[in-house]
T-cell receptor, first 111, second 118 residues
């Protein structure tokens, strides 16, 4: 079992729709969770961080964390073509100093 | 805040040659990470520095790889006797311990060095 799992996609949504990206992790006592956006050929860019159960909203983005289910998600409201990118879920596990990344979900927003 | 800077952006080398990459972290960040990313995969952790001390190395970091961070500022990653399997994007990231989040602080990535071994 991979430490951080994501569906590779592509996830295709029409412009203006809500895109829902999901991530599961294996370390039950992981402490912090991050979503990064990566455009093709570019480096990862931090979008959201979440540390406690529940929802955290920032503009069009909402991160949701459920530690009991070992599940973290990212919702993008009013999706735009410029949101088309790969979204990486990253987790800091117990006793780790570095983040562990999933393989990413490719999002395509159709105009 | 000028961000994390990496040099070079691209490197093409022949198998068996040595290569060295440089990373300049955000100035107030005392933590520095190297990751490697191949096509279709997420970044994979290679090594971590806190100030000048290399505190963690991944099993991915074979003895052909060495990293340094003299004086706790910039860092270099050297690959000796390169192999075609070393072709990847090498990403440097930094974070600050003083943010109050400790090891839960987010990482800030540089633009990466893309290595192609022919």
């Amino acid at each position: 079992q991979k430490e951080v799992e994501q569906n590779s996609g592509p996830l295709s949504v029409p412009e203006g729709a809500i895109a829902s990206l999901n991530c599961t992790y294996s370390d039950r006592v992981s402490q912090s969770f991050f979503w990064y956006r990566q455009y093709s050929g570019k480096s990862p860019e931090l979008i959201m961080s979440i540390y406690s159960n529940g929802d955290k909203e920032d503009g069009r983005f909402t991160a949701q964390l459920n530690k009991a289910s070992q599940y973290v998600s990212l919702l993008i409201r009013d999706s735009q073509p410029s949101d088309s990118a790969t979204y990486l879920c990253a987790v800091k596990g117990t006793g780790r100093r570095a983040l562990t990344f999933g393989s990413g979900t490719r999002l395509q927003v159709q105009p | 805040d000028t961000g994390v800077s990496q040099d070079p952006r691209h490197k093409i080398t022949k198998r068996g040659q040595n290569v060295t990459f440089r990373c300049d972290p955000i100035s107030e960040h005392n933590r520095l990470y190297w990751y490697r990313q191949t096509l279709g995969q997420g970044p994979e952790f290679l090594t971590y520095f806190q100030n000048e001390a290399q505190l963690e190395k991944s099993r991915l970091l074979s003895d052909r790889f060495s990293a340094e961070r003299p004086k706790g500022s910039f860092s270099t990653l050297e690959i000796q006797r390169t192999e075609q399997g070393d072709s990847a994007m090498y990403l440097c990231a930094s974070s600050s311990f003083t943010s109050g989040l400790g090891y839960n602080s987010p990482l800030h990535f540089g633009n990466g060095t893309r290595l192609t071994v022919t």
